[in-house]
């Protein structure tokens, strides 16, 4: 199946694709790996495309000291080659994301709008404790990213806004950081995902579990556990995913709580 018919537009800055995106039931698109699909497969109908992917103001990575802010149209590929202080964990993740050809197109704030439940970012972006920079035509807001996401494959972005960047905080001395997921083959969408950040320097500790049929969940309790006891017994583990998302199969619980425990033996 193809893609209905659609105007594309290819503005020269932000202030242009914003004009573009109000009013005119368009979409914003950079690296095309997600939104693509949906459109060939007909489950996305845009009258206009929005192509941001050569915007230069959002393909840049900047150090702001504490933080490092993240273009919304840098790929993958550009966060698993260039390492960035402070925020070593990125480079990591971003070397698991599918394969090199989609790293090499696919970008954050793409991945981030499209809010995927098995995604990597959105999870991983909660646990780094970051948050969205989000640009409309009624201005500028910024939004935490563990809030970001409301429900699978919708976000707080309204129509007329787009993501403009992500600003990650360096991680201070002796934090630690663990992820983990399951692929049933290299390059797929996990079936589950976890990740924890304890920092504390900064008196942060962070643990969420990922690959759910919503947003990425907190797991508070086990998170302080961890922090003061260095683990946790398998029962609370499998205790705080019943809580967070009840009505899980016995397989797939147990198959999220290995992933959040792999996670934890990390750090």
């Not at 893609?3 to 004009?19: H, N, W």
């Not at 129509?159 to 390059?187: H, N, Q």
């Not at 589950?192 to 008196?203: H, I, M, N, Y």
Request: hydrophobic content about 45%.
């Amino acid at each position: 199946m193809k893609a209905a018919v659609f105007d594309y537009v290819r503005p020269r800055d932000v202030g242009e694709a914003l004009s573009a995106l109000k009013g005119n039931d368009a979409k914003p698109i950079a690296g095309g790996q997600s939104l693509g699909p949906m459109l060939n497969l007909r489950l996305a109908r845009p009258k206009v495309l929005v192509d941001v992917s050569r915007i230069q103001s959002l393909r840049q990575i900047q150090d702001e000291g504490e933080a490092w802010r993240i273009g919304a149209s840098v790929t993958h590929a550009e966060l698993e080659d260039r390492p960035l202080a402070g925020c070593e964990p990125l480079a990591s993740v971003a070397r698991a994301v599918a394969y090199r050809a989609v790293r090499n197109r696919g970008t954050v704030g793409g991945s981030l709008a499209h809010a995927d439940p098995a995604a990597d970012w959105p999870l991983v972006f909660a646990a780094l404790d970051a948050t969205l920079r989000v640009m409309g035509t009624g201005g500028t807001r910024e939004i935490k990213a563990d809030a970001f996401m409301t429900a699978a494959f919708t976000t707080q972005l309204r129509d007329d806004e787009m993501i403009e960047s992500i600003r990650v905080p360096k991680l201070g001395a002796g934090a630690r950081w663990g992820y983990y997921k399951f692929c049933r083959k290299t390059g797929e969408f996990p079936e589950a995902s976890a990740a924890l950040l304890l920092d504390p320097q900064r008196r942060i500790a962070r643990l969420f579990a990922g690959a759910l049929d919503k947003p990425p969940a907190s797991l508070d309790a086990l998170a302080r556990a961890v922090a003061q006891e260095g683990t946790v017994n398998p029962e609370a583990v499998a205790a705080a995913l019943a809580r967070v998302a009840p009505g899980m199969g016995l397989a797939a619980r147990k198959l999220r709580a290995t992933a959040v425990q792999r996670a934890i033996a990390q750090v």
